[in-house]
């Protein structure tokens, strides 16, 4: 499966943007997908999850009420929104897939990553 992460940008706090996540190759069997980013001199960490079929999402405590992740099986795509940005947000972000239908924050346990997309959030 091959990842490409696209939608990035500079906004100013308080904006939005919408990241897009889109798949392709072995995309016929169950996977779920992941948001993961990270700062510069931080380490990498979960944004937002969701299962393979949408039913269950998951976000880490510091985007929850701000984002929302969604996907579109069928375009084999997976869309990340931001909204009410802060700069503390400012980071790349990269999209992950791991075969099954289970979410997890954990990076090692997602077995294909998108090469990562800026968001910089000014202030």
């Known amino acids: 499966v091959q990842l490409q992460a696209f939608g990035g940008g500079l906004v100013q706090a308080g904006g939005s943007l919408r990241l897009s996540c889109a798949a392709s190759?072995?995309?016929?069997?169950?996977?779920?997908m992941g948001w993961f980013r990270q700062a510069s001199g931080k380490e990498r960490e979960f944004a937002a999850g969701?299962?393979?079929?949408?039913?269950?999402?998951y976000y880490a405590d510091s985007v929850k009420g701000r984002f929302t992740i969604s996907r579109d099986n069928a375009k084999n795509t997976v869309y990340l929104q931001m909204n009410s940005l802060k700069p503390e947000d400012t980071a790349l972000y990269y999209c992950?897939?791991?075969?099954?239908?289970?979410?997890?924050?954990?990076?090692?346990?997602?077995?294909?990553w998108g090469q990562g997309t800026l968001v910089t959030v000014s202030s």
């Open positions: 190759g072995r995309t016929s069997s169950s996977y779920a």
């Open positions: 969701i299962s393979w079929s949408g039913g269950n999402t």
């Open positions: 992950a897939a791991r075969w099954g239908t289970v979410v997890t924050g954990i990076p090692s346990s997602y077995n294909y």
